[in-house]
């Protein structure tokens, strides 16, 4: 239980600090997802078949279609994030990224049937008023739109992954996360294909951080989240979830000297203290999905 814990805690570390990595390399967003989603989809597969693990998803091939949407869904919602680290900071593309488990809680009764309590209004409501302290006033005086809509879209885009990906009953754990990166590969190769026609290069100086992100941060990470959250009760994974977003925030503000206004800060509270309270008093959480 305790190597659980501390397998689970490093993960969340890990992929809080994706932004962090990602400052240093001097590549456009969708060559930085292009990267990450190879190297890492490579080595999970690696440590599966190291495992002797049996693939699964030939046979249950509807479920398997869900995880491929949930790919398409997570590359296209990297790419956003990744571009809204670089115009308007990791703090503020991290909290807004981090609104998507809320849009599912809010349209969970139309796609999953399921109750709408009052702690899923009230956390909700908590998101929404954290994003307009967030977001408003973010604009200064040259405000970067774009930047604004990339870090919204993403949480959208994560929203469409976690729902796909939920329909998914017998495609899971590791299996899952392969089939879902290397879904998320194949698609921002072809985004990058239509770009740029594959003329990918990586510099001497960038080389160490890609391989850091993809390696370190994507495959370590989620060998690291799927081998520990079914060892751990559910309750705990779901609060201790949210040491991602904070650790994102933090590392930001303390290792890139990136500043948030006091109002800002306050917008975050609202955002990942209404994320946790609906998540975790609204129902009995599920440890499916993830932030990666």
Known sequence: MKQAYLKYIF????FGSNGIVASHIHLSSYEIVFWRTLIGSLLLMGIFFAARQKITFLQNKKDALFVILSGIAMGTSWMFLYEAYARIGVSLASLSY???PVIVMALSPILFKEKLTSCKIIGFLSVVLGIVLVNGTA???RPDTFGIFCGLMSAVM???MVTFNKKSKKVQGLENSILQLFTSFLTVAVFVGFKTGYRLSVSGADFPWVMILGLLNTGIGCYFYFSSIG????QTVAIC???EPLSAVIFSMVLLGETMLPIQLLGAVFIIGGAIFGECWGKESSPDTFFI
């Open 11 to 14: 993960a969340l570390l890990l």
């Open 98 to 100: 981090y609104c998507g």
């Open 139 to 141: 604009t200064g005086e």
């Open 158 to 160: 994560y929203a469409f």
């Open 231 to 234: 060892k751990l009760p559910v």
């Open 241 to 243: 979830g949210y040491l």
